[in-house]
């Protein structure tokens, strides 16, 4: 049985039921900086098959493998968003839910998401001018828009094609940039879109576009 169980930021924004299916496992595979956020929950007796951020494939590949057995792979924030659910969710028997970065980001600014879009800005499983056409459409709807996964350091051109679009769409627009959300290393960057300054933004943050309405 192959379960997919989100931890949010792990700490106080774990679920209980996320701590039930962790400590019960037989299998647990992750990330092994998840692995580290969740240690405490886990059983005496699982098996911790542990891997680096970029080996998303060996971590399917382990999770089908040990599929005759309670398996749980764990995923940051909510598995189908942007997680692990949306490599597994045709195999996995079950998706358990976690609170997502724009949710935990937003909670910490006080930024109601009504209306919001988000979008994902790597291109390891985009193509940039995918990545642009979404952005550019939901500035145009007025959309407050949250952005995940964006590397200046590895993907430095792409970020910055990101953050010339959103100055010539969303000028004056409200930006927020929320690094380690509900952690407690949290950090917050913000200010007006014309002065946005991508760099500032690294895969540990969100980055949150708003347009206030007066």
């Given at each position: 049985?192959i379960?997919?169980?989100g ?8 679920t ?10 037989q299998i647990?595979i ?8 969740i240690?405490?929950y886990?059983g005496?007796n ?5 891997s ?9 590949k ?8 309670r398996?749980?792979?764990?995923s940051s924030?909510?598995p189908?968003?942007f997680?692990?659910?949306s490599?597994?969710?045709r ?17 910490s ?19 940039l ?6 952005l550019?459409?939901s500035l145009?709807?007025?959309?407050t828009?949250?952005i ?13 094609a990101i953050e ?11 930006y927020?940039i929320?690094?380690?959300?509900m952690k ?7 200010g ?11 895969m540990d943050s969100i ?8």
């Amino acid at each position: 049985m192959i379960k997919v169980v989100g931890i949010g930021a792990g700490g106080k924004t774990i679920t209980l039921r996320a701590i039930e299916e962790i400590s019960n496992a037989q299998i647990l595979i992750g990330y092994s900086r998840y692995i580290d956020m969740i240690r405490e929950y886990i059983g005496d007796n699982t098996q911790i098959i542990e891997s680096q951020v970029d080996e998303v494939e060996l971590r399917v590949k382990q999770a089908l493998f040990n599929r005759d057995m309670r398996t749980v792979i764990i995923s940051s924030g909510d598995p189908m968003v942007f997680g692990m659910g949306s490599r597994l969710y045709r195999y996995a028997d079950e998706i358990v839910p976690g609170i997502t970065a724009i949710s935990l980001a937003a909670s910490s600014l006080k930024i109601p998401l009504d209306d919001y879009s988000i979008i994902n800005a790597s291109t390891f499983s985009n193509d940039l001018k995918e990545v642009l056409l979404k952005l550019e459409k939901s500035l145009e709807a007025r959309f407050t828009v949250g952005i995940y996964n964006i590397n200046p350091i590895n993907r430095k051109n792409d970020a910055l094609a990101i953050e010339k679009l959103i100055k010539e769409k969303a000028t004056a627009w409200n930006y927020y940039i929320v690094r380690n959300a509900m952690k407690n290393n949290e950090f917050i960057f913000s200010g007006i879109v014309k002065d946005l300054d991508i760099t500032q933004v690294s895969m540990d943050s969100i980055l949150i576009l708003k347009r206030w309405i007066k």
